[in-house]
C-alpha cells in the first residue's frame, strides 16, 4: 500500500472524483493531543489530508506545534499505524 498526503484542495479532488467513502483515523501526537486525519482508500493508494482536527479544547496547543514538525509526525504516525501496520492487516482480513 502506498500512503500518500494531500492538501485539502487535492483531497477533496480525490475523494469527489473518486466516490470512495471518507474514513477517519486517530492518532495521539506526541505532545498528547489527540488528532483525526481523514483519510480515503482507493486501490493500492490510501490518501490522507495533510491537517489534523483536534477538540476546541486543544486547538491553541496544536496551532503552537511548528508546522514542519507536525507535518513529519503526522507522516510518520501514518506510515507505521496504515502501511505496514493494523490498517493492512484488517484490509486484507476483510476482502478474505
Request: charged share 20%; hydrophobic share 40%; proline share 3%.
Amino acid at each position: 500500500m502506498t500512503i500518500v498526503h494531500l492538501e485539502p484542495e487535492e483531497f477533496a479532488a480525490i475523494v469527489t472524483g473518486s466516490g470512495k467513502p471518507i474514513s477517519v483515523h486517530c492518532i495521539v501526537l506526541d505532545s498528547m493531543i489527540g488528532a483525526m486525519i481523514y483519510t480515503c482508500h482507493h486501490g493500492e493508494y490510501l490518501y490522507y489530508m495533510d491537517r489534523i482536527c483536534v477538540s476546541e479544547q486543544k486547538k491553541e496547543e496544536a496551532a503552537a506545534i511548528n508546522p514542519e514538525c507536525l507535518h513529519a509526525e503526522v507522516y510518520r504516525k501514518m506510515a507505521l499505524d496504515m502501511g505496514a501496520g493494523r490498517y493492512g492487516l484488517r484490509m486484507n482480513r476483510a476482502y478474505c
